[in-house]
């Protein structure tokens, strides 16, 4: 996602903020000040996010963040996404999976907290697959309001990036960069790129 200060937020979120502090011809150079929540549009969580005794977005594996990738189409799933949803793709172990849904064709003009959203027996099914890095394209991949268990246990036995943009993207097969910024946090914003096969 662009980050820029209108873009939409979690409840509860910092909206971005976005100024220019030294600007040309006044200055020899344009430099600016960027303040934004760790989880800010594309974001990876850690699991510090969850709970105080986790480690901090330093400790996910490097290799989590690269690597073959499988971009799966969910957009016939009207409002949740169940383990039947999942078991007709081939889903590798040690693979990384993006989940397009209408989340992506709907837009992200504005926050929505009706947006599809994994169930516990989906997230189950992906741990019990052993992909090591899971990719959905809202700010959160539990319901809104709910589910807690479910955002715990991919956590828990994943890295997770949220907040992805995957309107433009066919299913298929990839190769999956995603750096997100190197601070030890709960959560940090990631730039994501897909290269074709």
């Known amino acids: 996602m662009l980050i ?7 409840p509860g979120n910092p909206r971005p903020l976005i100024r220019r502090y030294a600007s040309i011809p006044q200055d020899k150079v344009n430099e600016s000040i960027l303040i934004l929540g760790s989880h800010t549009g594309t974001h990876v969580d850690s699991r510090l996010h969850i709970r105080n ?10 290799e989590s963040f690269y690597g073959k990738c499988r ?7 009207e409002k949740e996404i169940h383990r039947q949803d999942l078991e ?3 889903i590798e172990k040690g693979v990384i999976v993006l989940l397009k849904t209408r989340n992506s064709t709907l837009g992200y003009a504005k926050f929505r907290k009706d ?3 994994l169930k516990l027996d989906a997230a ?4 019990m697959r052993k ?5 959905f394209d809202y700010l959160s991949v539990k319901k809104f309001g709910g589910d807690d268990e479910v955002h715990e246990l991919l956590i828990d036995n994943m890295t997770l990036f949220e907040g992805l943009n995957l309107a433009d993207v066919p299913e298929g097969e990839y190769t999956f960069l995603g750096l997100p910024l ?16």
């Open 53 to 62: 005794e986790g480690e901090g977005t330093t400790s996910l594996p490097l």
């Open 115 to 117: 947006f599809i959203h």
């Open 124 to 127: 189950e099914y992906l741990v």
């Open 131 to 135: 992909i090591k890095t899971l990719g």
């Open 88 to 90: 007709g793709f081939q």
């Open 182 to 197: 190197k601070v030890d946090l709960d959560g940090a914003p990631a730039r994501v790129i897909l290269v074709r096969e």
């Open 71 to 77: 971009v799966f189409d969910l957009t016939f799933v």
């Open 4 to 10: 820029t200060e209108e873009m939409i937020v979690y």
